[in-house]
């Protein structure tokens, strides 16, 4: 992407808010250990807006006035490393932003803050920024200035950004396809691998040697692999518990591509085979989820699809011969998350579900999110005990399109497909 790629964005959102002066963080590293920092990562927004991976800095819209303030500018080399500078490939990203020094940021934003009725932070994420905010728009501090009679309001800019980042371009497509194949191809070698013996710990980690090996730089979260009886926890995360034949793996593990992020859940026998308990619920998932799937099309909601998912699951419980009365009571535990969450730079991504009038969005073209129903028989079911302590999530990502919905991911899911790579651990 381009500077004036960039400068769109920026422009986009300074016209959809036309009110609102927006100052966006880009946050600094954590300490991991004395001297030693995490690896640092840009907050979605900034990189939305600038392409910049820059540390330390603040970006500024004010209308058509944007600012970068770093103290990068102020160096010109870094015998250490270049996490403060801008790197030297990112450059021309800069395009028509103004460069300033961090000593800047209360002058533009005095400067500025006459001429707007909000401002819009990333709140809660940056102390000395929320601290900045609280004192520009509290009262004491009113700018006679101002041309509003409106008191300043002060927003989570996270929202407003959300609601451009909600829509994906093709070019933003292109890296979700791109994550979401790559990441596709780690599950299917997966399946390939001898399994019992190995350690959760040992799975996630061959899972995320496989994405470094398709050039990937970061998982899109923590790869969740729970096995047995840990497959009912929703978010586990991988212990030293060994696989033993006969049990489930469930494995929730996607990454990055250009920013972008793959989010997928396999669900697979240690062994070779599914047991038949197994496959009878993992049966009804995945009936659950391609019925989601064959639903997605511009006009329906997320909530619309969650319920025809419940619906779906319903059904197949029942026709196990689940006792209705306990099932209308039991769902909600059954699948306790919501089938579906938006998903780009961040695995899920922070647009709202809600539109403006507080109805529930309706779908559009380029819209992208999960579609991952779930069964968990966590312990104290009284119907089908034969299943407690199994766990089923099958998870794939799409992007509604104006037929319906390309379905980006497309590791194996049927169980023969699985089966038949079980087969060559
Ligand atoms: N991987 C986290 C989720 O599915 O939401
Ligand atoms: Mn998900
Ligand atoms: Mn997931």
Redesign the pocket.
């Known amino acids: 992407m381009e500077a004036q790629n960039y400068l769109k964005r920026r422009l986009d959102l300074a016209t959809r808010y036309s009110n609102t002066l927006f100052v966006i963080s880009s946050g600094t590293e954590s300490m991991r250990s004395h001297s030693v920092a995490y690896r640092y990562k840009t907050p979605s927004d900034f990189l939305y807006l600038t392409g910049l991976n820059l540390s330390h800095s603040y970006l500024i819209i004010a209308g058509k006035d944007h600012y970068i303030l770093s103290d990068a500018f102020a160096r010109t080399s870094s015998v250490w490393g270049e996490e403060a500078m801008i790197a030297a490939n990112e450059q021309h990203l800069l395009g028509d932003l103004k460069c300033e020094s961090l000593q800047k940021l209360d002058e533009i934003l005095h400067d500025k803050i006459s001429q707007f009725d909000r401002l819009a932070i990333p709140m809660g994420r940056d102390a000395h920024l929320d601290q900045k905010a609280l004192s520009l728009v509290s009262f004491k501090r009113r700018d006679r200035r101002r041309l509003s009679a409106v008191p300043l309001a002060l927003s989570d800019s996270r929202t407003l950004v959300g609601s451009l980042r909600l829509h994906k371009d093709t070019s933003e497509i292109a890296h979700m396809r791109e994550a979401s194949l790559r990441s596709s191809r780690v599950h299917a070698e997966i399946m390939k691998s001898q399994l019992i013996g190995k350690s959760e710990i040992q799975i996630a980690n061959l899972i995320e040697s496989l994405f470094l090996s398709e050039d990937m730089q970061w998982t ?2 923590e790869s ?1 692999v729970g096995s047995g009886e840990r497959a009912v926890m929703l ?1 586990a995360r991988a212990t030293q518990k060994k696989i033993s034949d006969g049990e489930l793996i469930l494995i ?1 593990a ?1 990454a990055e591509w250009n920013s972008y992020c793959a ?1 997928i ?1 396999r669900t697979i026998p240690a062994g070779k085979k599914f047991s038949a308990e197994q496959r009878a619920l993992y049966d009804i998932v995945l009936k659950a989820q391609k019925a989601i799937l064959a639903a997605v099309k511009t006009g329906t909601t997320i909530q619309a699809l969650h319920e025809l998912g419940l619906e779906e699951l319903r059904e197949g419980l029942l026709g196990l011969g689940y006792d209705k009365n306990e099932l209308a009571l039991d769902l909600s535990q059954l699948m306790p998350h919501s089938t579906s ?1 938006w998903i780009g730079m961040d ?2 991504d922070p647009s709202a579900y809600y539109d403006d009038n507080g109805q529930e969005r309706r779908l559009e073209e380029g819209m992208c999110f ?1 579609v ?1 129903p779930g069964l968990y028989f966590r312990e104290g079911f009284k119907e089908l005990a034969e299943f407690e302590y199994l766990g089923v999530r099958i ?1 794939d990502d799409v992007c509604v399109t104006s037929t319906g919905c390309e379905v980006l991911t497309s590791a194996p899911k049927e169980t023969d497909e699985i089966e038949a790579l079980r087969a060559k651990a």
């Open positions: 899109s979260y969740i978010h929730d996607g989010d859940t969450h695995v899920h999960t991952e998870e």
